[in-house]
């Protein structure tokens, strides 16, 4: 695989340039405030690991679509795929008809999924759609309702998914929601302040309980649950685990799915995350670097239990695009030839050695209390002292968020309580661009971490903006010229 493109980051103008101003301000017009946006850049192309704005800046990209670009931006042989495609057919929907990108993508996913026993796929357009066609599916061949999730959990937006969605934040103004949701505690151990042993066995005595307490075992479904929490603050599934909730699906009937949206596709090391366990789910999501960047989901599961709903009683119009499908064959081409499993566990290995010295560094208000994850999934969370363990503020988060990006590396938080920033390289970045992005970029070297005490704070008072001002009075009021100047979200 071949990249054309600057060999690392290059900065021309101050972030975000005029030509971005402008964008952004045409943004906030044309689209609805509830449409956050993580970072003032405005984007023109990208190619690999870098990001070129519509000002000539180029940026390091170390949030790869969240999670979508595990291959990098615009593979080449993903484009060729997808144009080569887009000469002979561009829809035609499952519905309708039958299409070889459709068939032969289901085939290699059946082959792959770590499933005991002949498998079969759904293809949808999104992550959140592929968990609904999950539950659907689940709730079909049990004949029961309830589904159990865990705190932390992030699932989508659409009205199913965000019940069963834990974080609040995404949550307000939106319900009533889907009922026969029941939470449960996830192992958080860094947070509960325990070892990993001690965090399962008391989050295990609480699944117990919720079963005598919360839910009724025998409506019981479904449990989900993401390998490596996601949204939640890349917070891997202790094996242990695990195997406990493989162990009750199996003695009481329900099934288990493996939300690997945003785990899946060689981001952890392994091409789904669950597979390091070894615990085999019934039932699989797939999304993000599947299609590395276009809009595809997979749920795959064990035949009978996919088998399940009535004829008619899956699918969508837009499910398995033939330019989706085309695209994700090549991904998992790619993924295999240049065995990028192994390069995420080497790239993993390279930014925690760089990050974890900060463990032990003091770094004034906020801290460095945990660097986690698995593979190239990382996250740093961050503290105001490491003996409380207290959330650094949001804020502050976004101040480190926003200097990083002034050097030109793009990040993004996460975290329940908005305290974390999510490492998501793509897996075919440079060594050069890696050491670029991790060693004088912000994120990570001393006086990234120090230089938020001194970082532009946001000027909105209730940060209405989702901090993607970061301090700049004149985007402020790009963004914000129709408020009322005397109003308490005036620039």
Same mark, same amino acid.
């Given at each position: 695989?071949?990249?054309?493109?600057?060999?690392?980051? $290059?900065?021309?103008?101050?972030?975000?340039?005029?030509?971005?101003?402008?964008?952004?301000?045409?943004?906030?017009?044309?689209?609805?405030?509830?449409?956050?946006?993580?970072?003032?850049?405005?984007?023109?192309?990208?190619?690999?690991?870098?990001?070129?704005?519509?000002?000539?800046?180029?940026?390091?990209?170390?949030?790869?679509?969240?999670?979508?670009?595990?291959?990098?931006?615009?593979?080449?042989?993903?484009?060729?795929?997808?144009?080569?495609?887009?000469?002979?057919?561009?829809?035609?929907? !499952?519905?309708?008809?039958?299409?070889?990108?459709?068939?032969?993508?289901?085939? $290699?996913?059946?082959?792959?999924?770590?499933?005991?026993?002949?498998?079969?796929?759904?293809?949808?357009?999104?992550?959140?759609?592929?968990?609904?066609?999950?539950?659907?599916?689940?709730?079909?061949?049990?004949?029961?309702?309830?589904?159990?999730?865990?705190?932390?959990?992030?699932?989508?937006?659409?009205?199913?998914?965000?019940?069963?969605?834990?974080?609040?934040?995404?949550?307000?103004?939106?319900?009533?929601?889907?009922?026969?949701?029941?939470?449960?505690?996830?192992?958080?151990?860094?947070?509960?302040?325990?070892?990993?042993?001690?965090?399962?066995?008391?989050?295990?005595?609480?699944?117990?309980?919720?079963?005598?307490?919360?839910?009724?075992?025998?409506?019981?479904?479904?449990?989900?649950?993401?390998?490596?929490?996601?949204?939640?603050?890349?917070?891997?599934?202790?094996?242990?685990?695990?195997?406990?909730?493989?162990?009750?699906?199996?003695?009481?009937?329900?099934?288990?799915?493996?939300?690997?949206?945003?785990?899946?596709?060689?981001?952890?090391?392994?091409?789904?995350?669950?597979?390091?366990?070894?615990?085999?789910?019934?039932?699989?999501?797939?999304?993000?670097?599947?299609?590395?960047?276009?809009?595809?989901?997979?749920?795959?599961? $064990? !035949?009978?239990?996919?088998?399940?709903?009535?004829?008619?009683?899956?699918?969508?119009?837009?499910?398995?695009?033939?330019?989706?499908?085309?695209?994700?064959? *090549?991904?998992?081409?790619?993924? *295999?030839? *240049?065995?990028?499993?192994?390069?995420?566990?080497?790239?993993? !290995?390279?930014?925690?050695?760089? =990050?974890?010295?900060?463990?032990?560094?003091?770094?004034?208000?906020?801290?460095?209390?945990?660097?986690?994850?698995?593979?190239?999934?990382?996250?740093?969370?961050?503290?105001?002292?490491?003996?409380?363990?207290?959330?650094?503020?949001?804020?502050?988060?976004?101040?480190?968020?926003?200097?990083?990006?002034?050097?030109?590396?793009?990040?993004?938080?996460?975290?329940?309580?908005?305290?974390?920033? $999510?490492? =998501?390289?793509?897996?075919?970045?440079?060594?050069?661009?890696? *050491?670029?992005?991790?060693?004088?970029?912000?994120?990570?070297?001393?006086?990234?971490?120090?230089?938020?005490?001194?970082?532009?704070?946001?000027?909105?008072?209730?940060?209405?903006?989702?901090?993607?001002?970061?301090?700049?009075?004149?985007?402020?009021?790009?963004?914000?010229?129709?408020?009322?100047?005397?109003?308490?979200?005036?620039?």
């Amino acid at each position: 695989m071949t990249i054309t493109a600057p060999p690392s980051i $290059r900065l021309i103008t101050e972030i975000p340039g005029p030509r971005s101003r402008e964008l952004l301000a045409r943004r906030a017009d044309a689209t609805p405030t509830g449409l956050a946006k993580a970072t003032p850049v405005g984007v023109a192309s990208a190619a690999g690991a870098l990001v070129t704005d519509v000002d000539g800046n180029v940026l390091l990209d170390f949030v790869s679509g969240i999670g979508t670009l595990a291959v990098g931006h615009c593979p080449p042989e993903v484009v060729a795929a997808i144009q080569a495609q887009a000469g002979a057919l561009i829809h035609m929907s !499952a519905l309708v008809g039958t299409y070889e990108p459709y068939v032969a993508l289901c085939e $290699r996913l059946n082959a792959l999924a770590p499933i005991d026993g002949p498998a079969k796929t759904l293809l949808a357009n999104s992550g959140a759609e592929g968990v609904e066609n999950a539950i659907k599916v689940a709730r079909a061949a049990t004949g029961r309702p309830a589904v159990i999730v865990f705190e932390g959990a992030y699932h989508g937006r659409t009205l199913l998914t965000l019940s069963l969605t834990s974080r609040t934040y995404f949550k307000k103004k939106f319900g009533p929601f889907a009922p026969e949701i029941y939470r449960a505690p996830f192992p958080y151990a860094y947070r509960m302040g325990v070892g990993e042993d001690a965090a399962v066995e008391q989050c295990w005595t609480a699944f117990e309980r919720m079963l005598v307490a919360g839910v009724d075992p025998d409506t019981v479904a479904a449990v989900l649950i993401e390998p490596v929490q996601g949204e939640g603050g890349f917070i891997p599934v202790p094996a242990e685990f695990l195997r406990r909730l493989r162990a009750f699906c199996d003695h009481n009937g329900s099934l288990l799915i493996a939300d690997e949206v945003q785990s899946g596709f060689g981001r952890t090391g392994t091409l789904f995350a669950i597979e390091q366990s070894g615990v085999k789910p019934d039932l699989l999501v797939s999304a993000k670097s599947l299609a590395a960047g276009m809009p595809l989901a997979a749920t795959t599961g $064990r !035949a009978a239990v996919m088998d399940a709903p009535h004829v008619g009683g899956v699918g969508g119009t837009y499910g398995g695009n033939p330019l989706a499908c085309v695209a994700a064959l *090549e991904v998992i081409r790619l993924i *295999e030839r *240049e065995n990028l499993t192994a390069r995420a566990n080497d790239l993993g !290995a390279r930014i925690r050695a760089h =990050l974890e010295p900060l463990l032990h560094e003091d770094h004034g208000s906020v801290l460095v209390g945990d660097v986690r994850g698995q593979g190239a999934m990382i996250a740093i969370e961050l503290v105001q002292d490491r003996e409380s363990r207290a959330p650094a503020r949001a804020d502050a988060t976004l101040e480190i968020v926003g200097a990083a990006l002034q050097r030109g590396l793009i990040v993004m938080r996460a975290g329940l309580y908005a305290n974390c920033i $999510r490492l =998501l390289v793509p897996l075919i970045v440079g060594d050069e661009q890696l *050491e670029r992005g991790d060693g004088d970029s912000g994120v990570g070297d001393s006086p990234g971490v120090r230089s938020i005490q001194h970082a532009p704070r946001c000027r909105l008072k209730l940060h209405v903006c989702g901090g993607g001002c970061f301090g700049n009075t004149e985007t402020c009021t790009a963004i914000f010229k129709h408020y009322d100047p005397d109003s308490q979200h005036a620039p």
